[in-house]
């Protein structure tokens, strides 16, 4: 299937968010996931399914003072 993720298209096997971040060797814990502009919440990475055409966007949490 092909996905956009920030903005690149990418052809995946993932079914789930949490699949895709593990793909990418993505931290969930250090992220926040937005999938055709709606946030996800992390509790629901494991159960929200992927489909052709969808759009994410992850964002990474940086500290800094």
């Known amino acids: 299937m092909e996905i956009i993720v920030n903005g690149d298209p990418r ?3 993932a079914v789930s968010i949490r699949q895709l971040l ?3 060797d993505i931290d ?3 992220v926040a996931v937005e999938l055709n502009s709606a ?3 992390k509790g629901d ?3 929200t399914p992927l ?4 759009k994410i966007e992850i964002v ?3 500290g800094g003072g």
């Open 11 to 13: 052809c995946l096997e």
């Open 22 to 24: 593990e793909t990418l």
């Open 28 to 30: 969930p814990r250090r």
């Open 39 to 41: 946030i996800v919440p």
């Open 45 to 47: 990475y494991e159960h």
């Open 51 to 54: 489909n052709d055409g969808d």
């Open 60 to 62: 990474h949490f940086v």
